[in-house]
């Protein structure tokens, strides 16, 4: 089986179209790059809990395991995430999954100043991570009905590896990202019109 990541894509398109109309230019790209890193860090707070889900039978089925970790994670991000994000993007050094805010800044204003090719690339990265972040939480609702986390991983890739023990969200993070989302991406993805 692969996974079929097309609703959230599709929300994750309609976001940067909504975002697109209401923001200035000079607004939009930071506004993008914020959505990124605020998802990325509750993530990593809400990863505890993840690796927990395969520690033993969790949820009566993959739905009730999904909607509980959407729920802890709406609620990481209000009380734990929010308060303390622009703290977080202030260390230049700090790495959140795979990545940090440090290497969007060049990115955001170039996009400012009117780079296309920088737009699709932001917006794109957008996508990639927000379906990364999507399969490491059906990862986890897999988890949690008794499935082991290899088990889960080529369930929803379609692709088995082998790999040590997945314990970290970057780890995880890279082997969604390149397992699931940038072939979904690969073969779904349409870039909005320009016009920003």
Same mark, same amino acid.
């Given at each position: ?44 707070? #809400?990863?505890?809990?993840?690796? !927990? ?6 949820? %009566?089925?993959?739905?009730? $395991? /999904?909607? @509980? &970790? ?56 957008? #996508?990639?991570?927000?379906?990364? !972040? ?6 986890? %609702?897999?988890?949690?009905? $008794? /499935?082991? @986390? &290899? ?46």
């Amino acid at each position: 089986m692969r996974v079929d990541l097309r609703h959230i894509l599709n929300e994750g398109m309609e976001n940067l179209s909504k975002w697109r109309s209401r923001y200035s230019k000079t607004e939009y790209p930071e506004k993008v790059a914020l959505n990124i890193f605020y998802r990325k860090y509750t993530m990593e707070f #809400l990863f505890p809990e993840i690796l !927990d889900s395969f520690e033993d039978v969790k949820y %009566a089925d993959f739905n009730d $395991g /999904l909607e @509980k &970790l959407k729920t802890l994670y709406g609620s990481i991000a209000i009380s734990k995430t929010q308060p303390i994000l622009m703290e977080l993007l202030e260390d230049v050094h700090r790495k959140v999954g795979t990545t940090n805010f440090h290497v969007f800044k060049s990115l955001i204003s170039e996009v400012q100043n009117g780079s296309i090719e920088k737009l699709e690339e932001l917006e794109y990265s957008y #996508l990639y991570y927000l379906l990364t !972040d999507e399969c490491i939480l059906l990862w986890a %609702a897999f988890g949690g009905t $008794g /499935l082991k @986390k &290899l088990d889960v991983v080529s369930k929803l890739s379609g692709v088995i590896i082998k790999t040590d023990e997945i314990n970290s969200y970057s780890l995880i993070e890279q082997i969604m990202g390149q397992l699931c989302a940038s072939p979904y991406l690969n073969e779904n993805y349409k870039p909005l019109p320009p016009n920003v």
